[in-house]
């Protein structure tokens, strides 16, 4: 099945939500997403097959200085299909218009699969110590 992968649309809002659960992963919050969108509206990236539903989704953004995937989830039912690298592809190419010469992502070690998954895309581990603080 043919896959277009397009920028997010708000009338998307219930399929992404709905397969960030099916994928085990939480919902981020709708007023987090707009903020991002609000910056950077063009990688908010969502694959839709033929019948108009969304199969896989990647959310990155880009301060200026370095890109970030924060979130790559793709339909349970579909994985192992290439759904995922594709959006990374588009994703990267959008980034590299962009400017950005360097993307981040945190993948948890506790994440076998996750951590194969972007190596194979040629992401690298590196031994940075991570420091976060909620606000």
Same mark, same amino acid.
């Given at each position: 099945?043919?896959?277009h992968?397009?920028?997010?649309? =708000?009338?998307? =809002?219930?399929?992404?939500a709905?397969? =960030?659960?099916?994928a085990?992963?939480? %919902?981020?919050?709708?007023a987090e ?6 910056r ?8 839709v097959?033929a019948? /108009?539903?969304?199969?896989g ?5 880009y301060d200026?200085r370095?890109?970030f995937?924060?979130?790559? &989830? %793709? ?6 299909q290439?759904?995922?690298r594709?959006?990374?592809a &588009?994703?990267?190419?959008?980034l590299?218009a962009?400017?950005?010469?360097r ?10 699969? /996750?951590?194969?998954f ?5 992401y ?5 110590v991570?420091?976060?603080?909620p606000l």
């Open positions: 099945m043919t896959l992968i397009r920028t997010f649309e =708000w009338g998307d =809002w219930d399929a992404v709905g397969l =960030w659960e099916a085990g992963s939480s %919902v981020l919050p709708r997403v707009e903020g991002t969108l609000g950077t509206p063009e990688l908010f990236l969502v694959a097959d019948n /108009g539903v969304v199969a989704v990647v959310l990155g953004t200026g370095r890109g995937i924060l979130r790559l &989830a %793709v339909d349970p039912g579909r994985r192992r290439g759904i995922g594709e959006l990374v &588009a994703l990267e190419t959008r590299r962009l400017g950005c010469p993307i981040n992502l945190f993948v948890l070690p506790d994440n076998p699969s /996750g951590l194969r972007w190596q194979s895309m040629g690298l581990p590196v031994p940075d991570v420091h976060t603080k």
